[in-house]
Structure formats: structure tokens, C-alpha cells
């Protein structure tokens, strides 16, 4: 049997799941108001019940947005040669032969995507907390409104590359937001510099 190592604990699995499923719903709901689909109304009950949706949401993905800066923002600030090298060979996704450098904890593509997830949070919910409370009136809601839909559909694009590349492109990543472990053969592979500094 192989030998598992910890990679993510469990406020991390949970911080992980409640801020996808927090997106879901902000996703769902959003659309609704930019396409205005009736049909989702009828679900939430009425615009309403949908707007206070959205609204809350927004703050349970925020919040959650939050804490990831303890797990992911200091190791994604490590941005190395390797890092650099890793992103002009794709990580090896597009050749079986290619020899990638080694990586950290997260790998230069991680590192990436968790900046565009950080950079359009914030921009979500800063814009998102001024278009629902409106603290200086009518004043900057169009230029909020914009930057919004913006980040939002940037998002949109990124999470479903997330999600098939933490799936069918590497098997055995899903599981980290599962369990928390991984195969310590796996993690040499993938994550040979985290492994050295782990001391396995």
C-alpha cells in the first residue's frame, strides 16, 4: 500500500468547499440577473429571495476568499526560475517526453490561477459590497458594475479549467480536497520541491 502524505487539512477541505459552492450560487444567481431569467426566479421563490442570495453569498465567498490568503498567498508569492520554466514547458501537458522542473507546494500553474481567483475576488466583493449598499450613493455603480461582471466572467472561464485540470488532467489531485492526502510517489512527481522541504 502506498505510503500518504498530508497535503491539505481540514479547514482547508471545508474553507475549499464552501467557497465553490458559494460561487455556484453566485454564479446561478448572477446570471439570472444579467440574462434576466425568470425561470430562476420561480426557484429562489421571487427576485427578491434571489437578490438576498446573491447578496449573502457574496459574503460567505468573501469571507472564504479571506482565508485562503494564509494557505495559498505565501507559497504563490515564491515565484522562481523553475516557476518560470515550468509555465514555458506547460507543465508538461502537451508532451508525454517533456521534463518539467521541480515544484513546490503549488506548481507555477497553481500559483497563477489562485492570483486570477484572488485578484477577481477582491474585485467581486469590493464592487459587489458598493453596488448592494451603495455608501456613496449612486456614485461609481456603473464603473462597479463593469469591473463586476468583469471579474465574474473572468472567474466563470477560469474555474471550469480549474476543475478539469484538479480532475481528468491529473488523477489523483481530486482527492486532496476529499482527504487531504496523497500518495507520497505522486507528491515526489508533481510537488518534488515540497517533498524535500517536508523532509520525505
Do not use: C
Amino acid at each position: 500500500m502506498s505510503t500518504m502524505v498530508k497535503k491539505a487539512n481540514a479547514f482547508e477541505i471545508l474553507n475549499h468547499w464552501v467557497m465553490a459552492v458559494s460561487f455556484i450560487i453566485l454564479a446561478v444567481t448572477g446570471y439570472g440577473f444579467l440574462f434576466h431569467l425568470e425561470q430562476l426566479n420561480s426557484i429562489f421563490g421571487n427576485f427578491n429571495a434571489m437578490k438576498d442570495w446573491h447578496n449573502w453569498s457574496g459574503v460567505v465567498f468573501t469571507v472564504s476568499l479571506f482565508f485562503t490568503i494564509f494557505n495559498y498567498l505565501p507559497v504563490s508569492l515564491s515565484f522562481g526560475g523553475d516557476d518560470i520554466a515550468w509555465i514555458f514547458k506547460a507543465g508538461g501537458y502537451f508532451s508525454k517526453k517533456a521534463s518539467v522542473p521541480p515544484q513546490d507546494e503549488l506548481n507555477a500553474g497553481q500559483k497563477l490561477y489562485y492570483f486570477v481567483v484572488l485578484l477577481s475576488g477582491i474585485t467581486i466583493g469590493v464592487t459587489g459590497f458598493i453596488i448592494w449598499l451603495r455608501p456613496w450613493g449612486n456614485e461609481g455603480i456603473l464603473l462597479s458594475h463593469l469591473l463586476h461582471n468583469i471579474s465574474f466572467n473572468l472567474m466563470v472561464i477560469a474555474i471550469p479549467v480549474h476543475i478539469y485540470l484538479a480532475t481528468l488532467a491529473n488523477p489523483g489531485t481530486f482527492r486532496i480536497m476529499v482527504y487531504g492526502t496523497v500518495p507520497l510517489e505522486w507528491a515526489k512527481k508533481r510537488h518534488a520541491k515540497w517533498v524535500q522541504k517536508m523532509g520525505l
